[in-house]
């Protein structure tokens, strides 16, 4: 029997993503990564964007002559301003350049990343295909790291892991490192209403090797015993493997201490479309979000929804019944009234995921845009937000993953803040260093002349071997199965790098705090093979042949690029600490996770 007919009430894991339809894609090939062809079979409704959103297209309806004279002398004078600028601990974030929310152009074209929910994607060059050291341009003159090596993990000193009594702040977006946090994970028996497995493994009651969809295993001797379940996977002892579900409130709590402990901010909780009109789904959702709540709120974490209209079978119906769902967030769940709901120029803050992708079903520009409108200008003040686009990494120029037809350039614009996607852009430190100087200071400048604050995503590596091999099995396609480590996380250099990049401007979020289905998790998990279960293909802390890493590490470095944006330490792209750095003060978890 095929198992979706027996929890025909579920969405199907794959229909909440884009990532089980794109077979198209393999490592190392420059393809569009939501379809073969780069138009748009589909087409678009006609544009009626309502009044108040064109106001921006005015703002860049000169001449490409003018625009680009525009963003060459901009460029010029963030040099000229970058080489002069002296960085010192005592500095204040005023005294950085700032993409803050203004009508007057930012000359510095850097960024600051988000987070975005399990739509990653395959990088478009391997690393071999990315330019030689020698041939990199510098991208902040006074400075840019040396790119004949990489970063270094010798620290200049030797400090704490904690982030002393670092408490976010709720009423901003800046100078924030927020994870997304999806809370998919499930098992049977987790009092959860769809009680089946769910993104540990594919089948819903068979957990075992054949079924795996993740490719990181978390360290999970922090949990209490009682929100574990065991599975068909048998550590090297013989024991049983044991994995947790998001539907109990102390796992999610775990994380949110985490966060605390090593000075993350919070979160955007993923709130998934698909299906959420079904009453199990609805309160299967809505559970985890409250544990989200509460989590955040006895940490001291900040939060916010994140909605993703990304699922393979939602089309545009699902924008009016998003607007219900978050009129019942607020009026019932009351969530925008937690003391830990995060604000930004005095309003709660709201993403919605899956705009303007080549993938989605959701294409009506007059329906996006008047929901846009909605919440931006027109609904009752209790329900308005600021509103974050998660879009498509060529937003800006129509092109690659997004919808080419110019009716979305208005869409783009019309959102307070852009977050697009940036998993697998890059897949090394220098090919980071090219797509940031081309990609990210354009789209950065083109934001701050609209007033529109933009944060690009930062991710530790990439590996989505087991969830891509559950697919592509499933097809009739004979198309090879990416590898175990696909994008190396290098010791955490890879991710610093981006940290050190984006820590000049006001917000920063990083992809994902417990994302092990495509490695990019930034939470405890197994640093060595023989912390593996014995069955299955796994990726370890020490893949990389970098020596032993602490099962904390991405925290740390997390919660050291937080210092950074707070210029608590200087800027700077080596490492501040040392693997085997830790004090006694930095909390039961961290100790626990020492060299065990």
């Given at each position: 029997?095929?198992?979706?007919?027996?929890?025909?009430?579920?969405?199907d894991?794959?229909?909440?993503?884009?990532?089980?339809?794109?077979?198209?894609v393999?490592i190392g090939?420059?393809?569009?990564?939501?379809?073969?062809?780069?138009?748009?079979?589909?087409?678009?409704?006609?544009?009626?964007t309502?009044?108040?959103l064109?106001?921006?297209?005015m703002?860049?309806?000169?001449?490409a002559?003018?625009?680009?004279?525009i963003?060459?002398l901009?460029f010029?004078?963030?040099?000229?301003?970058?080489?002069?600028?002296?960085i010192?601990?005592?500095e204040?974030?005023?005294?950085q350049?700032?993409?803050?929310?203004?009508?007057?152009?930012?000359?510095?074209?850097?960024?600051?990343?988000?987070?975005n929910?399990?739509?990653?994607e395959?990088?478009y060059?391997?690393?071999?295909?990315?330019?030689?050291s020698s041939?990199m341009?510098?991208?902040?003159?006074?400075?840019?790291?040396?790119?004949?090596?990489s970063p270094?993990?010798?620290p200049?000193t030797?400090p704490?892991?904690k982030?002393?009594?670092?408490?976010?702040?709720?009423?901003?977006?800046?100078?924030?490192?927020?994870?997304?946090?999806?809370?998919?994970f499930?098992?049977?028996?987790?009092g959860a209403?769809?009680?089946?497995?769910?993104h540990?493994?594919s089948?819903p009651?068979?957990?075992s090797?054949?079924?795996?969809?993740?490719?990181?295993?978390?360290?999970?001797?922090e949990?209490?015993e009682s929100?574990?379940?065991?599975?068909?996977?048998h550590?090297r002892?013989g024991?049983?493997?044991?994995?947790?579900s998001?539907?109990?409130?102390?796992?999610?709590?775990?994380?949110?201490e985490?966060m605390?402990?090593?000075?993350?901010?919070?979160?955007?909780h993923?709130r998934?479309?698909q299906?959420i009109?079904?009453?199990?789904?609805?309160e299967?959702?809505t559970?985890?979000?409250r544990?989200?709540?509460?989590a955040?709120?006895?940490?001291?974490?900040?939060?916010?929804v994140?909605?993703n209209?990304?699922?393979?079978?939602?089309?545009?119906?699902?924008?009016?019944?998003?607007?219900?769902?978050?009129?019942?967030l607020?009026?019932?769940?009351?969530?925008?009234?937690?003391g830990?709901?995060?604000?930004h120029?005095g309003?709660?803050?709201?993403?919605?995921?899956?705009?303007?992708f080549k993938?989605?079903?959701?294409?009506?520009?007059?329906?996006?845009?008047?929901?846009?409108?909605?919440f931006?200008?027109d609904?009752?003040p209790?329900?308005?937000v600021?509103?974050?686009?998660?879009?498509?990494?060529?937003?800006?120029?129509?092109s690659?993953?997004?919808r080419?037809?110019?009716?979305?350039r208005s869409?783009y614009?019309s959102?307070?803040?852009?977050?697009p996607?940036h998993?697998?852009?890059?897949?090394?430190i220098?090919?980071f260093?090219t797509?940031?100087?081309?990609?990210?200071s354009?789209?950065?400048?083109?934001?701050?002349?609209?007033?529109?604050?933009y944060?690009?995503?930062?991710?530790?590596?990439f590996?989505?071997?087991?969830?891509?091999?559950?697919?592509?099995?499933?097809?009739?396609?004979?198309?090879p199965?990416?590898?175990?480590?696909?994008?190396p996380r290098?010791?955490g250099?890879f991710m610093?790098?981006?940290a050190?990049?984006?820590?000049e401007?006001?917000?920063?979020?990083?992809v994902?705090?417990a994302?092990?289905?495509?490695?990019?998790?930034?939470f405890?998990?197994?640093?060595?093979?023989h912390?593996?279960p014995?069955q299955?293909?796994?990726l370890?802390?020490d893949?990389?042949?970098?020596?032993?890493l602490?099962?904390d590490?991405?925290?740390?470095?997390?919660?050291w690029?937080?210092?950074?944006?707070?210029?608590?330490i200087s800027?700077?792209d080596?490492?501040?600490?040392?693997?085997?750095?830790?004090?006694?003060e930095?909390?039961?978890?961290?100790?626990?996770?020492?060299?065990r």
């Open positions: 029997m095929n198992p979706s007919d027996a929890f025909v009430d579920d969405a894991d794959c229909d909440e993503d884009f990532h089980c339809n794109r077979k198209d393999e090939v420059a393809v569009p990564l939501y379809g073969s062809s780069l138009n748009d079979p589909g087409g678009d409704g006609p544009d009626h309502p009044t108040k064109r106001r921006r297209q703002l860049v309806s000169g001449s002559l003018v625009a680009a004279v963003a060459s901009s010029v004078i963030w040099i000229l301003n970058k080489t002069s600028l002296a010192s601990l005592t204040t974030p005023s005294s350049p700032s993409l803050a929310l203004s009508t007057t152009p930012s000359v510095n074209p850097s960024a600051s990343p988000s987070s929910p399990t739509v990653s395959v990088p060059t391997s690393p071999s295909m990315m330019p030689s041939s341009p510098s991208v902040h003159p006074s400075v840019a790291p040396s790119l004949s090596q270094s993990l010798q200049p030797s704490t892991t982030l002393e009594g670092y408490v976010p702040n709720v009423s901003t977006l800046r100078n924030q490192i927020i994870c997304g946090y999806q809370g998919w499930a098992y049977p028996g987790d209403p769809i009680n089946k497995w769910k540990w493994f089948h009651t068979d957990a090797a054949a079924y795996l969809e993740v490719d990181m295993y978390p360290f999970m001797e949990y209490d929100d574990l379940k065991e599975s068909n996977l550590h002892d024991s049983k493997v044991k994995f947790f998001s539907a109990r409130p102390n796992v999610v709590k775990k994380h949110f985490w605390r402990d090593y000075g993350i901010s919070g979160v955007f993923m998934f479309m299906d009109g079904k009453p199990r789904n609805y299967w959702k559970r985890v979000m544990n989200v709540r509460a955040a709120e006895s940490t001291g974490r900040v939060f916010a994140s909605y209209i990304a699922g393979g079978k939602i089309d545009d119906s699902v924008l009016d019944e998003l607007k219900r769902d978050w009129k019942n607020v009026d019932n769940e009351k969530v925008t009234q937690s830990r709901y995060i604000h120029n309003l709660p803050v709201l993403r919605i995921y899956g705009i303007g993938a989605s079903n959701v294409t009506d520009t007059d329906k996006i845009a008047e929901l846009i409108q909605w931006r200008f609904a009752d209790r329900f308005r600021f509103l974050v686009g998660g879009v498509p990494s060529g937003w800006r120029t129509l690659l993953d997004s080419e037809n110019v009716k979305w869409i614009q959102f307070d803040a852009i977050h996607w998993v697998g852009r890059w897949a090394s220098n090919g260093e797509y940031f100087k081309n990609t990210i354009a789209d950065a400048v083109l934001c701050a002349e609209l007033g529109i604050l944060m690009p995503t930062m991710f530790p590596g590996s989505w071997h087991n969830l891509n091999r559950k697919n592509r099995i499933e097809s009739s396609e004979a198309i199965i990416t590898p175990i480590n696909s994008i290098q010791g250099r610093w790098q981006q050190y990049r984006y820590a401007t006001e917000n920063i979020t990083t994902w705090m994302q092990v289905d495509e490695g990019t998790a930034i405890k998990v197994a640093k060595t093979e912390e593996l014995a299955g293909a796994w370890t802390l893949a990389d042949g970098e020596g032993e602490p099962r590490w991405y925290l740390r470095l997390c919660g690029a937080q210092r950074m944006m707070l210029r608590q800027l700077t080596t490492i501040p600490i040392q693997p085997s750095d830790y004090c006694l930095c909390g039961d978890g961290a100790v626990a996770n020492q060299q």
